[in-house]
């Protein structure tokens, strides 16, 4: 069975740093595109960023260009988002999902393009 499992979310101050990680069972990652979305309370899911299958094709929101770093370990199955300066906005849950092959050189923003998608973590950006 086809699994994406989110990890590394919590409470941060403002200006902190975490690490999200999104981990895949059932199936290798090295084929997907992976993309990170967040959604807070009362709002849409919006995109946050992507990368991928090749690793060479990345994505950011504006909101987080600059602060938000997405990488990949196949060899691990793991996909992450390294979130840095974080600010009370970032608070969300976040979400990975998965677009299935072929996706070498592509990936998306748009929730609608995604085949798979994790239970989601909780950021939390406060004082």
């Known amino acids: 069975q086809l699994q994406l499992v989110e990890s590394g979310g919590g409470l941060v101050q403002p200006g902190g740093s975490l690490r999200l990680s999104c981990a895949a069972s059932?199936?290798?990652?090295?084929?997907?595109?992976i993309g990170w979305f967040r959604q807070a309370p009362g709002k849409e899911r919006e995109g946050v960023s992507c990368?991928?299958?090749?690793?060479?094709?990345?994505n950011y929101a504006d909101s987080v260009e600059g602060r938000f770093t997405i990488s990949r370990d196949n060899a691990k199955n793991t996909v992450y988002l390294q979130m840095n300066s974080l600010k009370p906005e970032d608070t969300a849950i976040y979400y990975c999902?998965?677009?299935?092959?072929?996706?070498?050189?592509?990936?998306?923003?748009?929730?609608?393009?995604?085949?798979?998608w994790g239970q989601g973590t909780q950021v939390t950006v406060s004082s």
């Open positions: 999902g998965a677009i299935k092959p072929p996706t070498y050189y592509y990936c998306s923003g748009y929730v609608d393009r995604y085949d798979y």
């Open positions: 059932g199936f290798t990652l090295d084929y997907y595109a």
């Open positions: 990368i991928s299958s090749g690793g060479g094709s990345t």
